[in-house]
């Protein structure tokens, strides 16, 4: 089953990345997977041990630090595999119905475009295009959950990710920031680079406890747990059935 999914048909490599202490979000990932036919146990199929630094640095936050450095020790691993393709996900990525429903319809529409970039997953809104399920999109965009980058991108984006880390925050061209921040900037100096975006999106973010913003107050109360719980599957819930379509 799991060599039929088109998303293995069509990208060399998916990674997932997931702090090794947070089982309960490689366990919900886990879950989405097997709505689209992937199995973690696919040879394309990488989970990829979060980097947790002990310090910030010039960084927001020692969370933003860490997603910053995964993102780029997985694109080191894309290059050193000389991989065509990947497609990064992180931990509490969830799929849209929409996706899970036309999988194989939506990457078809994929492999007759040309792109370096290809956000699945944003939280623009956007209006509605008769050209199909992409369209090229070239302002800054939030998030970097759910993203594939091509080969032609892959090497120069790690240059500039690496560069950023040599550089004081707030420079000019780039300093330390959100990984989300820097994919923007490099794309935003990289023009000639083709970015496509998913329309509507096809990925949201779980409703779940950050390891880089931190835990609510509440969430830490052992009576209030289970009820925060509920909650959250709702608005999970809520956000595929009716947010995406």
């Not at 799991?2 to 998916?14: C, G, R, V």
């Not at 090497?155 to 300093?175: D, K, N, Q, V």
Request: proline share 6%; charged share 20%.
């Amino acid at each position: 089953m799991n060599s039929l999914s088109p998303l293995l048909s069509f990208f060399d490599k998916i990674y997932i990345i997931n702090l090794p202490e947070r089982c309960d979000r490689r366990q919900k990932i886990q879950q989405e997977l097997s709505l689209l036919g992937i199995a973690e146990s696919h040879q394309q199929v990488a989970f990829f041990p979060a980097i947790k630094p002990t310090h910030a640095g010039d960084f927001p936050s020692i969370g933003a630090r860490g997603c910053f450095l995964s993102h780029l020790e997985v694109l080191r691993q894309a290059k050193a595999e000389n991989l065509n393709n990947v497609l990064i996900m992180e931990d509490d990525l969830a799929f849209s119905r929409r996706l899970i429903q036309q999988q194989g319809a939506i990457v078809g529409q994929l492999k007759n475009l040309n792109w370096d970039f290809v956000y699945f997953g944003h939280r623009e809104n956007l209006a509605s295009s008769p050209s199909g399920m992409f369209q090229e999109y070239s302002e800054a965009l939030m998030l970097a959950h759910f993203l594939g980058v091509n080969q032609t991108a892959i090497a120069p984006l790690i240059y500039f990710l690496e560069t950023i880390l040599t550089r004081p925050s707030g420079h000019p061209e780039g300093g330390p920031m959100h990984v989300d921040g820097a994919y923007s900037t490099f794309r935003q100096q990289h023009p000639e680079l083709i970015t496509l975006i998913a329309n509507p999106s096809l990925g949201f973010q779980r409703s779940s406890p950050s390891n880089i913003v931190g835990y609510k107050w509440f969430e830490t109360l052992p009576v209030l747990t289970q009820m925060v719980r509920a909650t959250r599957e709702v608005k999970n819930w809520h956000k595929r059935n009716f947010s995406f379509d």
